[in-house]
Structures are given as structure tokens and as C-alpha cells.
């Protein structure tokens, strides 16, 4: 999961049913499934498949709300000064620019990688091949 | 218990050393498991086709069925082509050039069979999972490229462009019919629209060893469509979420709409 899916998880399971009074998401999808995946009579399902639809929504709009409800909150009571508050969305975004390049480097310098693997796909090429060859399958030539 | 049957569909072109090894592989692999291997051959000039209809002799014409096209049509139409010809009720998906270890199937349904999940993706980068033979550029792609789709998508998933995947056919048929893109995009937006669809998807650590025989390819070109595909997947997949509740919101609520105009 992402940045923003980290800090908004704990959000959107706390407040599950608090956006019930939202109008049920329109999912198209969600007929074509019932008809075509969804086992006959099992309902439970398709209302798991609704829900984590409109859970993706929640978790955009909460990000949304708290961001900007953090920024006029800041511009109202100017606890730092104005100037500084109207530059808050530039901050943000250089600040998520630093997190995206810090992932990377933590990203590169733990890049799962498997040596032996390459030594133990070597292994079962030459035995296909062995076999292969017996039964009269054409494997020579392009390597 | 009812009785599940497993469609490989492998695309092919110009891999007439590889596909038998693979094929090799898989029947090695899966011993008691009901399955058929679909191979959708681009035409190859290389004998591909030749070489499957020897493998048809050894394994039998059911096991393993050669769906050939006429000429390289892309790897979305082929998956749609195989699909035409599946008769299981689940569809694995991988490349025929063995970055894909067969060796991995049985934990894929093992998984899905654990879980009941409707799809079971292949990840690269977790504990268990790795790659081999990239040098630090591809990594630095692949890393970039990955907390990029990650930040912005939220997909739910570690692992996006791999595309050694298990899919119930039904599913399948569904988020394909509403895939559009190409190449590594493709795979992307499968597992994209399929998290935004509410599908129940499960991740299995794999081993990625590059292209054994042939050439890798990831240039300049293929940075730019990759991010062309995250800005259509982002539009259509996080900001369309939007305007669908706003309409839907006016709609229902009329209420609400007179006192937006006030």
C-alpha cells in the first residue's frame, strides 16, 4: 500500500458505516460480477465487493478533507504566520517528492535479488533438454 | 469439492527453444492437478509451431493446445484469444521466455485454494521473491516506476507490471474486456481495475530470472508509455471515482443540488 493508503487505513476502519449516508456508489461492475463470478446464492460477496468500492472512495475523500481542513485550519488561527501557511501546499508536494526518492534509495539498496536461482534454472534446462531430446523434440540449435 | 481445472496460456513468439522447456516444466511441476496448457503463437518465424505440434505428439493434443494467429497482434488480444479456447475454470497467465518458473504453480493454487481468492498475483519484491540479471538501471526503473504507481494508484498490491498471474476465468474475462493499455501497462491496469473492482486478490513470492536466451528490452520509449499509462490509470481509476459520486450525489439527492445553486 501506498503513502497515502498507509496513513488513511487506520482512518478508514475506524469509520467504517460513518459513510453510509453517502448514496450507494454506482458499480456497474458489481451487476456484470453478480451474473457472471459470484456463485447463485451467495450474497455475501457481492456486498464485500460494494463495500471495498466504496472504501477506496472514503479513503480519497478523507485524505482530502483532512489536508485541506489542516490548511484552512492553519490559515483561520495563523499560528504561523500567513505567508508561510499559503506556501504549506508547496512544502507538501517537494516534501512527498523527498519521500518518493527516499523509497527508491531504500527500494535499491534492499532489492531482493536470487543468484541461485539462475543456477538451479540452468540445472532444469539441461535436464528438459535431456529429456526432450530422447523423446525426439527438437531442442537443439538457438542457444 | 468441486473439481478445478486450470488453463495455462502462454504467448509466444520466436521461442521454440523455450516453449518446450517450459512446457517440460510445467508437466513436471503439476503432477495432480487437472490442467491444459493454451500456447498463442504470433506466427513465429522461428518453428515455434513446429516444436509445439512435437510437444502435442509427446503430451497429447488435449494437454497442450497450439492457438496460432496469424501475425503479431500484442499481448492483451492474445490473452483474449487464449481465453476464447480455455476450458478451465481458472486461467494462469505467464511468459513463455522461463523468467516464469513453473516451479512456482503449485503455490499459486495452493494459495488460491487456501485463500479462495480470485486472484493470485506473483510478486518479485518480497521476502521469498527476487530478481536476477538486472543491472542498477533496470532496478532503479523498476523501483522508481513502483513507488510512483504505488503513491499514486494505492493498488493494494507490492508487485504491478509482473505478470505471472492466477486468475478465475470469470474475472479475467471481466477486467480484460475494460483493459485498454499495452505492454508492461497492460499488466498494470489488470491489477489496477481489478483492486478498484473489489476482487479479492493474494500475492505469492516469485523468483524473476531474466531472459535466459534473447535480449531484454527497456529503453527511453518505454519509460515515457509507462508513465502515459500511469496518468490514464490515474485519471480513469482514482479521479473518475469522483465525478461518478458527484453525479451520483445530484441525482439522488436533489435536495442537496438546489442548495449547492443557492
Same mark, same amino acid.
Given at each position: 500500500?501506498?503513502?497515502?493508503?498507509q496513513?488513511?487505513?487506520?482512518?478508514?476502519?475506524?469509520?467504517?458505516?460513518?459513510?453510509?449516508?453517502?448514496?450507494?456508489?454506482?458499480?456497474?461492475?458489481?451487476?456484470?460480477?453478480?451474473?457472471?463470478?459470484?456463485?447463485?446464492?451467495?450474497?455475501?460477496?457481492?456486498?464485500?465487493?460494494?463495500?471495498?468500492?466504496?472504501?477506496h472512495?472514503?479513503?480519497?475523500?478523507?485524505?482530502?478533507?483532512?489536508?485541506?481542513a489542516?490548511?484552512?485550519?492553519?490559515?483561520?488561527?495563523?499560528?504561523?504566520?500567513?505567508?508561510?501557511?499559503?506556501?504549506?501546499?508547496?512544502?507538501?508536494?517537494?516534501?512527498?517528492?523527498?519521500?518518493?526518492?527516499?523509497?527508491?534509495?531504500?527500494?535499491?539498496?534492499?532489492?531482493?535479488?536470487?543468484?541461485q536461482?539462475?543456477?538451479?534454472?540452468?540445472?532444469?534446462?539441461?535436464?528438459?533438454?535431456?529429456?526432450?531430446?530422447?523423446?525426439?523434440?527438437?531442442?537443439?540449435g538457438c542457444? | 469439492?468441486?473439481?478445478?481445472?486450470?488453463?495455462?496460456i502462454?504467448?509466444?513468439?520466436?521461442?521454440?527453444?523455450?516453449?518446450?522447456?517450459l512446457?517440460?516444466?510445467?508437466?513436471?511441476?503439476l503432477?495432480?492437478?487437472?490442467?491444459?496448457?493454451?500456447?498463442?503463437?504470433?506466427?513465429?518465424?522461428?518453428?515455434?509451431?513446429?516444436?509445439?505440434?512435437?510437444?502435442?505428439?509427446?503430451y497429447?493434443?488435449?494437454?497442450?493446445?497450439?492457438?496460432?494467429?496469424?501475425?503479431?497482434l500484442?499481448?492483451?488480444?492474445?490473452?483474449?484469444?487464449?481465453?476464447?479456447?480455455?476450458?478451465?475454470?481458472?486461467?494462469?497467465?505467464?511468459?513463455?521466455?522461463?523468467?516464469?518458473?513453473?516451479?512456482?504453480?503449485?503455490?499459486?493454487?495452493?494459495?488460491?485454494?487456501?485463500?479462495?481468492a480470485?486472484?493470485?498475483?506473483?510478486?518479485?519484491?518480497?521476502?521469498?521473491?527476487?530478481?536476477?540479471?538486472?543491472?542498477?538501471?533496470?532496478?532503479?526503473?523498476?523501483?522508481g516506476?513502483?513507488? +510512483? $504507481?504505488?503513491? &499514486?494508484?494505492?493498488?493494494?498490491?507490492?508487485?504491478?507490471?509482473?505478470? =505471472?498471474?492466477?486468475? /478465475? %476465468?470469470?474475472?479475467?474475462?471481466?477486467?480484460?474486456?475494460s483493459?485498454?493499455?499495452?505492454?508492461?501497462?497492460?499488466?498494470?491496469?489488470m491489477?489496477?481495475?481489478?483492486?478498484?473492482?473489489?476482487?479479492?486478490?493474494?500475492?505469492?513470492?516469485?523468483?524473476?530470472?531474466d531472459?535466459?536466451?534473447?535480449?531484454?528490452?527497456?529503453?527511453?520509449?518505454?519509460?515515457?508509455?509507462?508513465?502515459k499509462? +500511469? $496518468?490514464?490509470? &490515474?485519471?480513469?481509476?482514482?479521479?473518475?471515482?469522483?465525478t461518478?459520486? =458527484?453525479?451520483?450525489? /445530484? %441525482?439522488?439527492?436533489?435536495?442537496?443540488?438546489?442548495?449547492?445553486?443557492?
Open positions: 500500500m501506498g503513502f497515502m493508503g496513513i488513511l487505513a487506520p482512518l478508514a476502519s475506524i469509520y467504517p458505516t460513518e459513510f453510509s449516508f453517502l448514496p450507494a456508489y454506482p458499480n456497474e461492475h458489481f451487476h456484470l460480477l453478480r451474473s457472471s463470478s459470484s456463485p447463485p446464492g451467495n450474497s455475501r460477496g457481492v456486498g464485500t465487493l460494494q463495500y471495498k468500492s466504496m472504501k472512495i472514503v479513503k480519497i475523500m478523507t485524505l482530502l478533507v483532512a489536508i485541506s489542516l490548511w484552512i485550519g492553519l490559515l483561520q488561527t495563523s499560528i504561523i504566520p500567513r505567508s508561510h501557511t499559503w506556501l504549506l501546499p508547496i512544502y507538501f508536494i517537494v516534501s512527498l517528492g523527498c519521500y518518493g526518492l527516499l523509497m527508491v534509495g531504500v527500494g535499491l539498496m534492499q532489492f531482493p535479488t536470487c543468484p536461482e539462475a543456477i538451479l534454472l540452468q540445472q532444469d534446462v539441461a535436464e528438459a533438454k535431456e529429456f526432450l531430446k530422447q523423446k525426439g523434440v527438437d531442442v537443439g542457444d | 469439492m468441486e473439481k478445478h481445472k486450470y488453463s495455462i502462454v504467448p509466444t513468439y520466436n521461442e521454440r527453444l523455450n516453449i518446450a522447456l512446457v517440460y516444466l510445467i508437466f513436471k511441476h503432477r495432480d492437478v487437472d490442467f491444459e496448457i493454451i500456447i498463442v503463437d504470433d506466427g513465429s518465424p522461428d518453428g515455434t509451431q513446429q516444436v509445439v505440434e512435437q510437444l502435442q505428439q509427446l497429447g493434443e488435449d494437454r497442450i493446445l497450439l492457438r496460432a494467429r496469424a501475425k503479431k500484442g499481448l492483451g488480444t492474445a490473452y483474449i484469444h487464449g481465453l476464447k479456447h480455455a476450458s478451465g475454470n481458472f486461467v494462469v497467465i505467464m511468459d513463455a521466455d522461463l523468467s516464469h518458473h513453473p516451479k512456482y504453480l503449485p503455490s499459486f493454487i495452493k494459495k488460491q485454494l487456501e485463500t479462495g480470485s486472484i493470485v498475483t506473483g510478486t518479485r519484491y518480497v521476502k521469498g521473491g527476487g530478481v536476477h540479471g538486472w543491472n542498477l538501471m533496470r532496478k532503479l526503473t523498476s523501483r516506476a513502483n513507488v +510512483l $504507481a504505488q503513491t &499514486l494508484l494505492w493498488p493494494g498490491v507490492s508487485d504491478l507490471t509482473g505478470s =505471472f498471474r492466477l486468475y /478465475r %476465468k470469470s474475472v479475467l474475462e471481466d477486467i480484460i474486456s483493459c485498454v493499455s499495452k505492454g508492461y501497462v497492460f499488466q498494470m491496469e491489477i489496477v481495475r481489478a483492486s478498484r473492482k473489489g476482487y479479492h486478490i493474494e500475492e505469492v513470492p516469485i523468483s524473476f530470472v531472459r535466459v536466451y534473447g535480449i531484454s528490452k527497456l529503453g527511453g520509449s518505454e519509460i515515457v508509455e509507462y508513465l499509462g +500511469l $496518468a490514464y490509470l &490515474l485519471v480513469t481509476t482514482q479521479l473518475f471515482h469522483f461518478k459520486l =458527484f453525479m451520483n450525489c /445530484r %441525482k439522488k439527492l436533489p435536495e442537496l443540488s438546489m442548495v449547492g445553486i443557492l
